[in-house]
């Protein structure tokens, strides 16, 4: 309501010397297929933390933004996940309140008792949480309530067909909108952009 900038998403961009802008699209799976989306999700991680935290330093008005981070699911899935966030905050000194950490829904629903149990790790390091691409087929309706999450991030698929007439993307949008109100969960729409 106020316009005031709430916080920033870091994504991660390759600009190659010799072919230009690399899709994520077409590095990403390859990351995660080799099994470097690890170490790169860590150094993504301390990468956006550090920037936040330089950010918050030099602008006072960027004093209480908040950096998201996508987790991949092999990033998530990892047993000492908890303690190295727990390391980049401490290393690069941002607070942890603002850091807010996302996972897709359909990663969440891959092994919701881990799910849960790697969220509660990560909740105690007071940080937020998100369930990103939300809405996109995957039954997690009946376990949103036991997820320590945040904030819900309605998919753009939804989110761009809203204005359609033919479309009943509107009421998905505004029912998803008041579940997430209704669990005291943040929403955010993905997709509100210029083309």
Same mark, same amino acid.
């Given at each position: $309501?106020?316009? $005031?900038?709430? @916080?920033?998403?870091?994504?991660?961009?390759?600009? #190659?010397?010799?072919?230009? +802008?690399?899709?994520?699209?077409? *590095?990403?799976?390859?990351?995660?297929?080799?099994?470097? %989306?690890?170490?790169?999700?860590?150094?993504?991680?301390?990468?956006?933390?550090?920037?936040?935290? /330089?950010?918050?330093?030099? +602008?006072?008005?960027?004093?209480?933004?908040?950096?998201?981070?996508? =987790?991949?699911?092999?990033? *998530?899935?990892?047993?000492? =996940?908890?303690?190295?966030?727990?390391? %980049?905050?401490?290393?690069?000194?941002?607070?942890?309140?603002?850091? $807010?950490?996302? /996972?897709? &829904?359909?990663?969440?629903?891959?092994?919701?008792?881990?799910?849960? &149990?790697?969220?509660?790790?990560? $909740?105690? =390091?007071? /940080?937020?949480?998100? /369930?990103?691409? +939300?809405?996109?087929?995957?039954?997690?309706?009946?376990?949103? #309530?036991?997820?320590?999450?945040?904030?819900?991030?309605?998919?753009?698929? +939804?989110? @761009?067909?809203?204005?359609?007439?033919?479309?009943?993307?509107?009421?998905?949008?505004?029912? %998803?909108?008041?579940? @997430? #109100?209704?669990?005291?969960?943040?929403?955010?729409?993905? @997709?509100?952009?210029?083309?």
């Amino acid at each position: $309501k106020t316009g $005031k900038l709430a @916080g920033v998403e870091a994504l991660v961009r390759w600009q #190659h010397p010799k072919q230009g +802008f690399v899709s994520p699209g077409a *590095f990403i799976p390859a990351a995660e297929e080799t099994g470097l %989306i690890v170490p790169m999700g860590s150094w993504i991680l301390e990468e956006a933390c550090s920037q936040m935290y /330089l950010w918050q330093q030099t +602008f006072p008005q960027a004093e209480n933004l908040m950096v998201s981070v996508n =987790l991949s699911t092999k990033q *998530f899935n990892q047993a000492n =996940l908890s303690e190295e966030v727990a390391e %980049i905050l401490e290393k690069t000194q941002l607070e942890s309140q603002c850091l $807010k950490l996302e /996972l897709t &829904e359909s990663a969440a629903m891959e092994d919701v008792n881990g799910t849960i &149990e790697q969220l509660v790790k990560l $909740k105690a =390091l007071n /940080l937020k949480l998100s /369930l990103d691409d +939300f809405g996109t087929g995957y039954s997690s309706l009946s376990y949103l #309530h036991q997820l320590p999450t945040d904030t819900l991030k309605v998919d753009q698929s +939804f989110v @761009g067909r809203m204005e359609e007439k033919s479309s009943e993307d509107g009421e998905i949008v505004k029912t %998803i909108i008041s579940l @997430g #109100h209704q669990l005291g969960m943040d929403v955010i729409a993905e @997709g509100i952009e210029p083309a």
